[in-house]
């Protein structure tokens, strides 16, 4: 003891039957739940060509609005193909239903009576499921076998702000901040395991911690690939869009003759 400052030592067996157990299992977990949402997945279903071709028609329609300000295309045939996309989405020619009868307003499907939206939320759940009761049991396995053990020393210095942090399910004020607990040291290994997942199971891995946030009734209400949406009030804002980007169009090819020579200090012809 050197004034108020206590020195611990821990025992090599807390390092080997709590500490790389601890770790072990966690990864262990991770990797396994990543193999088991991919056998949840089903394979995606087949699209009819008419919702293909409404989704590529809003898809065009934005590419072209995208590159307005420096546009491949001349003013002229940008005008022409801006003015037939507005003028077939005003007359519902990309719509999978067709154009729409009289005035009456059409309404996306109701996602609790979609086969198809159902489908999706319902793997959305299986998926966030497969994520959620892994977590809880190792929470509750920790809490108790290992509750109140000290695991490791950090070895770098920090705050008393990472005090409550760090030593989660010990309450002792005196003990230096850089001690973890068993508890605190399952957080740790579920937001730090990130980067192994990566590098193990590569980017688009289904062992990322962060998707654990989520609820799976957040899941369920978070819109899916296959839920329905209102194309036709989607084309109807999209030619106000269309129209306000006819004015912000600039040809790249534009003059482009006088600046090459500009360019190569030749002189420039005059008419």
Known sequence: MSGDTVSLYLDSQIRDWVLFPITLVMILVGV?????????????KKQPKEVIREQRALVRSQILR???????????????????????FADGTYLKDGPP???????PPNPLTDPAAMDGMMAGM???????????????????????????????PLT?????????GIETP??????????????????????????????ENAADSSRDMSTPFA???????????????????????????????SWVAKDADTRILQKYGRPIPTS
């Open 32 to 44: 396994l739940r990543h193999y088991i949402v991919l056998l949840l997945q089903s394979a995606p």
């Open 66 to 88: 995208a590159t307005a300000s420096s546009s491949p295309i001349p003013p002229t045939y940008y005008k022409s193909i801006s003015q037939y996309l507005s003028q077939a």
């Open 101 to 107: 009868q009289g005035d009456a307003p059409t309404t």
């Open 126 to 156: 299986k998926t966030q499921m497969v994520m959620m009761v892994p977590q809880m049991v190792i929470m509750g396995w920790i809490n108790f076998f290992f509750q109140g053990f000290v695991l490791i020393k950090l070895p770098f």
């Open 160 to 168: 008393l702000g990472f005090k409550s942090m760090l030593q989660r």
């Open 174 to 203: 005196d003990m230096d901040v850089r001690w973890v607990s068993s508890l605190s040291w399952y957080f740790l290994n579920f937001f730090g395991l990130n980067g192994l997942y990566r590098l193990i199971l590569g980017n």
């Open 219 to 249: 899941a369920a209400a978070a819109p899916q690939p296959g839920q329905a949406q209102d194309y036709n009030k989607l084309f109807k804002a999209e030619r106000d869009n269309l129209e306000f980007s006819e004015g912000l169009h």
